[in-house]
């Protein structure tokens, strides 16, 4: 009851001030009274265009805690600044000051393309057969050699020992290149050999992110995590969001776009544009920095993901 009767209620620019000073604080090392302040900003309300909001607990709930994300305050400091300045001119300096950060602060990544087949070619498994036949050759000619050396006798010219042995050679090797290509015609004629059983490919069309509509993507990785595949379950999350803002008009599909392009496409004033930048960097690490993902992993990415999904709204 305190609490709510200190309450206050603050402008854009007040609430500004107030994070300006939690982050100079944090600046001089000095995160017991920017706890403090966090914590009192927390109790606060916010009236912007006529409406009461709520202070960015996402940001400032974990430095109360005496946990600072600096990189959350920054992102919510250029946000309440892209807000403030509502008129049609553009901050040339803060966009470029903007895309010079993310591009600092930008860890490898990849786009989403498609995987690759488990299948072993034709051509391949016939260079395979060939040099293992050609192994094979070369200990078979010199046991046909050390067998003929006792064969033949000693007594025998030169010139006739050598032409039965050159002879004898030539139609075993022959004999085994013909046996090779009927093996290869055989093959030819069976197609390519089936993946082992167990590793089938997985469909193309979760590789698309336009395969689906949100809510499709969203029941697939509900699908996903119940056969207990969590990485793919968590690119399937990613993709609903992805989706979600298309149709939102939000994001504009380009063929050959990164998830970092995406990511730096948003504008500095969506509120959960800090949310998606924070999801990027796990899908990276879960996609592509690890075979399998944990279940833990998957409950956290999904909780952000539907957190984003809701700010958007609409199912498409």
Known sequence: MIALLLAAVLDLASYRARVERIDALLARGDQASAAAQA???L???VRWEGEDLSPDA???APIARGEPHRAR???LLDALAARADRTPRVDRALLEDLRARAERNRPAGGEIGPLPAEGISFVVQVLDWMKAALRWIGHRVLDLLRWLVHLFPTGAAPEQTGGQITGTVLIGVGVILALVLALA???ARRGPVPLAPGRSRPPAKDEDPLSRT???WEERALELAREGRAREAIRAWYHAILARSYGAGILHYRRGRTNWEYMRALSPAIAWR?????LTRRFDVEWYGHRESTPEALSDFAGTARDILSSLGGRT
């Open 58 to 60: 996402w940001t400032l």
């Open 214 to 216: 949100a809510s499709g």
């Open 185 to 187: 015609l055989g093959s």
């Open 274 to 278: 800090p949310q998606f930048e924070d």
């Open 73 to 75: 305050l920054r992102n």
């Open 39 to 41: 914590k009192a900003l």
């Open 43 to 45: 109790a606060d309300t």
